[in-house]
């Protein structure tokens, strides 16, 4: 091969790529069998060279189409980013309406029966393709006596269906009312969850943008939002079922997801809770919502159990600021009396949380505080329905534990006998009993003590205090003085693992022997209050009444005040 000395090889551009090319661009010389003949680059195939050019320009002109296909989509979406529609637009994207579905102009149908067959032919003998569950959409593409053929898209597999297992619709304007009424019906209905998600999207896809921005679209995600719920509540309980029946759940729950309806899982108890991200009613507190739907939507997102338990001190103070703003937001004048106390009871465990976070800062806590035990006090009582009396008690129980963020700090003791709190290791308090400059018993805690809560006995040989670990548990720190010296007595609310509860001083029995006590807690979901007598000695329960009237001592020896700031007495 005589080949020109200004000229490169060809070998040396064989399978590269030109400067600053893309993943799409052809290679600059395709790689070959066979080697260069001459300078002038011909080859013994150069037919075949020529071939594969032209093919793989093919492929690139179609590659190019592509992108800027998707590059014009892209800037549409782009240019109505700011505009009203475009969150509804996102929520109808992230529920999975799918894109090749709904964009040609067939005809769709839902599937309204679990466990429903699709078959490889229109006979109950064909073989089963896939098991359909109710609420998924499909595509009708034709019909054979008494089955449907349609076709999957996220199962992308075809099939055919009984007639009477799904019901046709064309996703157009002129079904938007009659789909809304079939979601106004189902979304009642337990059980039928995965069903209202179908109807749901398909009315959000079929009705106008001028109704979907009034009261209608509304009520369609306070529809989502309560059967997202309904639904994490039968995942959350669902224990010891038959295998059907959690075939049947967890198909549901996949339904929800190709939705766009997320939940999130936590494990509380031994147990998987699954909770619904809220997405839906957020929708509703940004639109044209009436007060029950804002109402209902406030409540969903601002539950405590759905609290991710790992989540820092931080982070749960800023969720709780977050939680008290959706709950000012809600006007509870023209509420029923009986949501008008959901909205109290659930402002003042957030407020009364939040008390308890400022407290752990450093900060003054006595307005939140306040404003807990102001929206405790709104709560009417009368108006608890059977299934609210229980969140009522918690309510309470958690306020109470809180109880002293809004009192004074002011101080009991005596001039001999006297509480110290100093620093220890970062977050610790350091708690000494002192006896004028004697010091005489000394702990460290990383719990809250509340200095304004010391009370001593007129022998001077007794001193509670209390001290709060949790924010929804607090304890009696109980020195007494013995032959041996002075100990200490930790009196928790309840034997068993603490969950929710409090316990309070109630007043001392005259002889320095005994001490009045109150207490009321919720653990293993077991709910117990009792008022007792306490032996100093031994800090064993010597009388004990489940009513404050039925204890003669506490009628008779109960501390002044005390009566006045328990929230046990109601």
Not at 243 to 265: C, Q, T
Not at 416 to 438: F, M, R, Y
């Amino acid at each position: 091969m005589n080949a020109k000395p200004v000229f490169i090889s060809c070998h040396a551009f064989r399978g590269q790529t030109l400067p600053g090319a893309d993943r799409h661009s052809v290679t600059l010389f395709p790689p070959l069998l066979d080697d260069c003949t001459d300078a002038g680059g011909t080859t013994p195939r150069m037919e075949e060279v020529e071939l594969r050019r032209e093919q793989q320009s093919r492929v690139t002109q179609e590659q190019i189409t592509e992108r800027i296909r998707v590059r014009r989509l892209k800037n549409r979406i782009l240019k109505c980013q700011h505009s009203v529609l475009f969150n509804i637009i996102r929520l109808l994207v992230a529920m999975c309406l799918n894109s090749a579905a709904f964009a040609n102009p067939t005809e769709m149908a839902m599937i309204v029966q679990d466990s429903t067959a699709l078959r490889a032919a229109p006979r109950d003998s064909a073989q089963q393709q896939a098991v359909l569950w109710q609420g998924e959409l499909v595509e009708i593409r034709g019909q054979r006596m008494d089955y449907l053929q349609v076709y999957d898209y996220h199962r992308e597999r075809g099939g055919f269906v009984r007639a009477n297992q799904i019901r046709r619709t064309a996703l157009a304007s002129n079904e938007a009312a009659d789909l809304l009424s079939v979601l106004r019906f189902v979304s009642d209905t337990p059980g039928a969850e995965a069903l209202g998600f179908g109807y749901a999207a398909a009315y959000l896809k079929a009705a106008p943008a001028e109704e979907l921005r009034g009261a209608s679209g509304s009520e369609v995600f306070d529809a989502l939002g309560s059967m997202a719920d309904r639904l994490a509540q039968r995942a959350s309980a669902e224990t010891g079922v038959s295998k059907n029946a959690a075939l049947a759940l967890s198909s549901h729950l996949e339904v929800a997801a190709r939705y766009g309806i997320k939940f999130i899982s936590y494990e509380r108890d031994g147990r998987m809770l699954m909770c619904y991200d809220g997405e839906a009613y957020r929708y509703v507190l940004a639109g044209v919502a009436t007060p029950i739907q804002r109402a209902q939507a406030a409540l969903a997102l601002t539950r405590a159990e759905c609290v991710d338990p790992d989540l820092g001190p931080r982070d749960r103070y800023q969720l709780n600021e977050q939680y008290a703003a959706i709950l000012d937001k809600v006007e509870h004048r023209d509420l029923p009396d009986y949501l008008k106390n959901r909205i109290f009871m659930r402002r003042a465990s957030v407020w009364s949380r939040l008390a308890y976070q400022q407290t752990r800062n450093g900060e003054n806590a006595s307005t939140t505080m306040n404003r807990a035990l102001t929206e405790l006090a709104s709560v009417n009582v009368q108006e608890l329905p059977d299934g609210d009396l229980s969140v009522y008690n918690n309510t309470l129980m958690l306020v109470s534990a809180n109880s002293w963020a809004a009192l004074p700090a002011t101080s009991n003791s005596s001039k001999s006998l006297n509480i110290v709190t100093t620093s220890g290791q970062p977050g610790e308090t350091c708690v000494a009993l002192v006896d004028g400059k004697q010091e005489l018993l000394r702990r460290c805690t990383y719990s809250i003590v509340w200095n304004n809560s010391i009370s001593i006995n007129r022998e001077q040989n007794a001193l509670a205090l209390a001290v709060q670990p949790m924010e929804a548990w607090r304890e009696i720190w109980l020195f007494h003085k013995t032959a041996q010296g002075w100990v200490l007595h930790v009196l928790p609310p309840n034997a068993s693992n603490p969950e929710l509860g409090y316990i309070e001083f109630a007043g001392w029995i005259p002889g320095g022997k005994q001490m009045l006590i109150a207490r009321e807690a919720r653990s293993e979901g077991k709910y117990k209050r009792s008022f007792e007598v306490l032996d100093l000695d031994t800090a064993t329960m010597q009388q004990q009444s489940s009513k404050p009237e039925l204890l003669g001592a506490l009628q008779r020896w109960q501390a002044a005040g005390w009566k006045e700031h328990t929230l046990i007495i109601r």
